[in-house]
């Protein structure tokens, strides 16, 4: 069963402080992802990476960086937190499929963070 | 850029179909995935069309049309269970491995 775990389900930190989110997947998926996800917005997403080592910007990097050491892990860091970065964060992976195929993105359970 | 419209709400009965609309501006369009995501838990994959036309699983179908740049997802035999929100997602060709994502839609099924 694949499967897709996130370090923490809940998360309560203080503006200012620096966040680490982990993402751990074991389906030996190339490409990894980080959204957030906010009520009526959707899933916005903040930061991709292909391979190792490897890391690209998505729509909303601002305020976060990413690092991937091992191809099965994948961490969001929040350098210092803030209240407007209080969100749901997913992470997904997927392997790298035909452009015109599914590309199926399997889903981590989220981690809901509150910046106080 | 992308951007995708979805309806924000849906409301139906047990036994009932429903059809679920996105339509989707791109500038380099691949395909439509949707994906089903309830209360508390994390997305996941329902289907995809990569090609015009009617894809079948099961109670659940989803249609593409690529001239109008529109697809739907289509619940049949409505289910309790299915009460989640749905997400359309487009990949696009000048957007790399990634999808975006549309606004999604909360479907509320009532007894």
């Known amino acids: 069963d694949v499967k897709v775990t996130q370090s923490s389900r809940y998360l309560v930190k203080r503006t200012g402080e620096k966040v680490f989110l982990e993402c751990v997947q074991d389906?030996?998926?190339?490409?990894m992802f980080w959204y957030r996800q906010d009520p009526g917005l959707g899933l916005r997403l903040i930061y991709f990476?292909?391979?190792?080592?490897?890391?690209e910007k998505g729509d909303i990097p601002e305020g976060y960086s990413v690092s991937r050491e091992k191809k099965e892990r994948f961490s969001l860091i929040l350098e210092s937190a803030s209240t407007n970065q209080t969100s749901m964060y997913l992470c997904?992976?997927?392997?790298?499929?035909?452009?015109?195929?599914?590309?199926?993105?399997?889903f981590g359970p989220g981690t809901r963070l509150t910046v106080l | 850029g992308q951007s995708l419209e979805q309806p924000s709400e849906v409301t139906a009965v047990e036994g009932a179909i429903v059809q679920i609309n996105c339509t989707y501006q791109?500038?380099?369009?691949?395909?439509l995935s949707w994906y089903q995501q309830h209360d508390g838990g994390a997305p996941t994959f329902l289907s995809y069309?990569?090609?015009?036309g009617l894809e079948e699983t099961g109670r659940f179908s989803s249609f593409l049309s690529r001239s109008d740049s529109y697809g739907y997802l289509l619940l049949q035999e409505l289910q309790m269970k299915d009460s989640a929100s749905y997400f359309c997602?487009?990949?696009?060709?000048?957007?790399?491995?990634?999808?975006?994502f549309g606004p999604g839609t909360r479907l509320s099924v009532l007894p």
């Open positions: 997904a992976s997927s392997h790298i499929g035909p452009p015109e195929g599914p590309d199926t993105q399997y």
């Open positions: 389906m030996d998926h190339e490409n």
């Open positions: 990476s292909y391979d190792v080592k490897m890391k």
């Open positions: 791109t500038s380099g369009f691949y395909g």
């Open positions: 069309n990569g090609l015009d």
């Open positions: 997602a487009v990949r696009d060709r000048n957007y790399g491995q990634n999808f975006v």
